[in-house]
């Protein structure tokens, strides 16, 4: 087997796409180090996840269907299930939904942030979601453990 050059046109073609998506990227951890806000917020309204670029914005209590601790590896994920996730991935912007259809096949769930990006335990967010959650979602069926 030979080796690949990568020169001429094809370096500039990987240096076209590396560079801006590398860029957002830098520009984006610069801005939250710079003005830092929370990750996830749970209130009256349901849970608004920013915790990364491509996050889930606001997740009403009556789109949740459940809400799970699951896990790929090592790595732990607070994971929201939409009442109708088809629905959901519908409002999202076309590369995010396509990042949020490999999550479902990943672990189950559309909404899914990593313990690494979160302040508290999983624990303590999905506590917090119960005290909020309307009385028709805080039964046992919102929240689960699965792992």
């Given at each position: 087997?030979?080796?690949?050059?990568?020169?001429?046109?094809?370096?500039?073609?990987?240096?076209?796409?590396?560079?801006?998506?590398f860029g957002l990227?830098?520009?984006w951890?610069?801005?939250r180090?710079?003005?830092?806000?929370?990750?996830?917020?749970?209130?009256?309204?349901g849970?608004r996840?920013?915790?990364?670029?491509l996050?889930?914005?606001?997740v009403?209590?009556?789109?949740?269907?459940?809400?799970?601790?699951?896990?790929?590896?090592?790595q732990?994920?607070?994971c929201?299930v939409?009442?109708?996730?088809?629905?959901?991935?519908?409002r999202?912007?076309?590369f995010k939904?396509?990042?949020?259809?490999?999550?479902i096949?990943l672990?189950?769930?559309?909404?899914?942030?990593?313990?690494?990006?979160?302040?508290?335990p999983i624990e303590?967010i999905i506590?917090a979601m119960r005290a909020?959650s309307?009385?028709s979602s805080?039964d046992g069926a919102l929240?689960?453990?699965?792992t």
């Amino acid at each position: 087997m030979g080796a690949v050059a990568l020169d001429g046109p094809v370096m500039l073609a990987l240096a076209a796409v590396a560079v801006p998506f590398f860029g957002l990227i830098a520009l984006w951890a610069i801005y939250r180090l710079v003005v830092p806000h929370p990750l996830v917020v749970v209130d009256a309204q349901g849970i608004r996840d920013t915790s990364l670029l491509l996050a889930a914005g606001l997740v009403r209590w009556d789109e949740i269907a459940r809400v799970y601790v699951g896990g790929v590896g090592r790595q732990r994920f607070l994971c929201v299930v939409p009442a109708d996730p088809e629905a959901f991935l519908r409002r999202q912007a076309p590369f995010k939904r396509r990042l949020m259809r490999a999550n479902i096949g990943l672990v189950g769930a559309p909404v899914n942030i990593a313990q690494v990006a979160l302040p508290l335990p999983i624990e303590e967010i999905i506590a917090a979601m119960r005290a909020y959650s309307p009385p028709s979602s805080a039964d046992g069926a919102l929240v689960e453990r699965q792992t």
